[in-house]
């Protein structure tokens, strides 16, 4: 991990990380979800309920969950970007192409 160049690394950890594995490595970790923006929610599992919200999220490794309708979802675990760190900044540019698109760009 620290060959990963970025100005800030944030790690939200998921249901089988360790906080300890993972200190020397991020400036910032959080066990549970966090809002960067009005509008803009970063979880580990996808969150419901909040149709007014973008929840950029990982957890759905077969990127098969059923997403209720009107709520806005991406889903970023591991494997469904190639196991690459996603720049934050060209994920909020990139925020109306479509998921698959999205990943594709962010590499």
Request: neutral net charge; glycine residues 8%; aromatic residues 8%.
């Amino acid at each position: 991990m620290p060959e990963i160049r970025a100005r800030k690394k944030i790690l939200l950890l998921g249901n089988h990380d360790n906080r300890a594995d993972y200190r020397d490595y991020f400036d910032e970790i959080y066990t549970g979800p966090l809002f960067v923006a009005d509008k803009i929610l970063l979880s580990h599992e996808p969150v419901y309920g909040l149709p007014w919200c973008l929840n950029i999220h990982g957890h759905d490794h077969n990127n098969v969950e059923p997403y209720a309708e009107g709520c806005k979802h991406l889903n970023l675990a591991a494997n469904v970007c190639g196991y690459r760190p996603v720049n934050l900044g060209k994920l909020i540019k990139a925020e109306g192409n479509d998921q698959g698109r999205l990943c594709d760009n962010l590499r």
